[in-house]
Nanobody, 125 residues
Framework: VPLVESGGGMVQPGGSLRLSCAAS????????MSWVRQAPGKGPEWVST???????YYTGSVKGRFTISRDNAKNTLYLQMNSLKPEDTALYYC????????????????????WGQGTQVTVAS
């Protein structure tokens, strides 16, 4: 399996979690990588992208609370999630980006070739 997520779990509102995505058998370091989540009964929602050069992009609802990072030596992508809210509850996927349009602080038209199996994040009291 090229991408494997871990680190999900159940946490109270205001808590923190750190997700990891380990890549194997595919080129990682030169590709942009994303986190995408899907809440129950909803479609996929883009969360964050980090370019191969380390530039980062976030959806508005997580700005200031989530931090995406990568360790190319370990072929691993991370998502540090702080101040978690119940609306962050979702299955979180990492994905390798094959195409994206970047303009200013925004990104669009993301396409992906590899996805992980997802890790569940539940925020509840």
């Amino acid at each position: 399996v090229p991408l494997v997520e871990s680190g999900g779990g159940m946490v109270q509102p205001g808590g923190s979690l750190r997700l990891s995505c380990a890549a194997s058998g595919i080129i990682f370091s030169t590709y942009d990588m994303s986190w995408v989540r899907q809440a129950p009964g909803k479609g996929p929602e883009w969360v964050s992208t980090i370019t191969g050069g380390g530039s980062t992009y976030y959806t508005g609802s997580v700005k200031g609370r989530f931090t995406i990072s990568r360790d190319n030596a370990k072929n691993t992508l991370y998502l540090q999630m702080n101040s978690l809210k119940p609306e962050d509850t979702a299955l979180y996927y990492c994905a390798r980006v094959t195409f994206a349009r970047y303009f200013g602080n925004s990104v669009s038209d993301l396409t992906y070739d590899y996805w992980g199996q997802g890790t569940q994040v539940t925020v509840a009291s």
